[in-house]
């Protein structure tokens, strides 16, 4: 029966607050409102925050925009999972680490961005964002988590490009998506089946001269017709017991 929550410090102060799991959160299984200032909490912006806290936001039905400043380095686990009605999320460049399930099946989040200097995103953080089309604009990632994107089917775009930085990549992170090709950097070193059920990709372009170590990276992916490794690296890659069931699409780059 719980209506109203009414906070005496701010925002910022609130988004700093440890809430220790996810189902100690007040707005779950409630519909309440967090009030501060007299006022309801429906947009938020923040100030001179470099960190939101697991949980603070968990199940909150009334937000509807997140902006988070200038300064946030680190959005927590669950912080802003199964937010109903949040719609619009702007997040700053300077946030480097995205934790597990903190957007989780916002499905209704229509304008979302990734920063340019992220470098982890664990584990279901955009899991679900089903009402989104943004760019998978990748320029200093280092680990994408397990299902980290998956079943985002509103994405248009066709090209996914994973930096020289980036050296892993979970199972499911892009399932579903409608990219037809894909290049991945330099210096992958492991992938799950991460592209399983991208059922548009037709070639993948691998620049690592050592073969990544693989899970099906690949699963579903009926039309795929090429995946270009370095030359003379064909071998090596053949070679490799993990991308064995490839091996008769397997060609060099020209």
Not at 2 to 14: A, R
Request: net charge negative; proline share 4%.
């Amino acid at each position: 029966n719980l209506k109203n929550i009414y906070y005496e410090g701010t925002i910022e102060q609130w988004c700093n607050i440890d809430i220790l799991y996810d189902l100690a959160s007040p707005f779950y299984s409630s519909n309440a409102v967090l009030n501060i200032d007299g006022q309801p909490v429906t947009n938020i912006v923040l100030n001179d925050i470099t960190t939101i806290k697991p949980n603070v936001f968990y199940c909150y039905a009334h937000l509807k925009t997140l902006d988070t400043g200038n300064n946030l380095i680190e959005i927590g686990s669950r912080a802003f999972a199964e937010c109903d009605n949040l719609e619009i999320v702007n997040l700053s460049d300077s946030i480097t680490t995205i934790r597990s399930y903190a957007f989780y099946q916002d499905t209704n989040i229509k304008e979302i961005n990734i920063p340019k200097n992220l470098l982890v995103i664990e584990e279901r953080a955009f899991f679900d964002l089903r009402s989104v089309d943004m760019e998978f604009n990748f320029e200093n990632i280092q680990t994408i988590g397990d299902y980290a994107f998956y079943n985002m089917t509103s994405v248009t775009s066709s090209t996914l490009v994973i930096p020289d930085t980036c050296t892993h990549i979970g199972t499911w992170a892009f399932e579903n998506s409608k990219v037809t090709t894909v290049y991945l950097g330099a210096n992958i070193q492991s992938i799950g089946s991460a592209f399983g059920d991208v059922n548009n990709l037709t070639d993948v372009y691998i620049y690592a001269e050592t073969p990544p170590v693989v899970d099906n990276p690949f699963r579903g992916c009926d039309r795929i017709e090429r995946i270009h490794v370095p030359a003379g690296c064909l071998e090596d890659y053949k070679n490799e017991p993990s991308w064995s069931q490839y091996i008769d699409i397997l060609v060099e780059q020209e």
